[in-house]
């Protein structure tokens, strides 16, 4: 169950300023932000910063595991801590585990994605409630893919124009 939602920099800057907000996050706190038709997942590893596998959360090509400020990471959604009451794994040695993935790039919607790494950080086994929800209703499956497909393709078409304006 997630807690209530924790607001970043509200700078209007959240690309380039870490995340001002007045909340401690605790080390190791498993991380949620809304994207259009899903859940991206991290975990906080201190300092402002948060470890999540890329995936396909800022562009059309799948990003690895990578280490980020706060504001990257919530790319200006509200962000929500996900209690895992039966964590193996916690605070310091949580980060240990994210850490120890940083640069991997084998994100694989279905069965590695961003869920399932902060699952494994955590539990110690790769899951994703996300992928079960969308398995077990088919319609919200259909709905996250549409969502999926309409931000791949305009993140191509800013990609397109952006390489265009810069040729």
Known sequence: MNTPL???SSTGD???QPATSTIDLPIGAHLVTQRRGY???????GN?????????ASSAHRGPVEEVELARFAAGQPLSI??????????????RRARSRLGENRYRLLTNNCEHF???CLL???RS?????????????????????KVLVESGAKGAHVAAQLA
């Open 48 to 56: 402002g910063r948060v470890v999540h596998y890329a995936g396909f």
């Open 39 to 45: 859940e991206h997942h991290g975990i906080y590893v």
């Open 14 to 16: 959240e690309a380039r």
């Open 82 to 95: 996900r209690s895992t009451p039966s964590a193996r794994y916690v605070g310091d040695e949580a980060v």
């Open 6 to 8: 924790l607001q970043t």
């Open 124 to 126: 110690g086994e790769s």
């Open 129 to 149: 409630e996300q992928v079960h929800g969308c398995l077990r209703h088919p319609s919200a499956g259909v709905l996250a893919l549409v969502c999926l497909v």
């Open 118 to 120: 902060c699952a494994w």
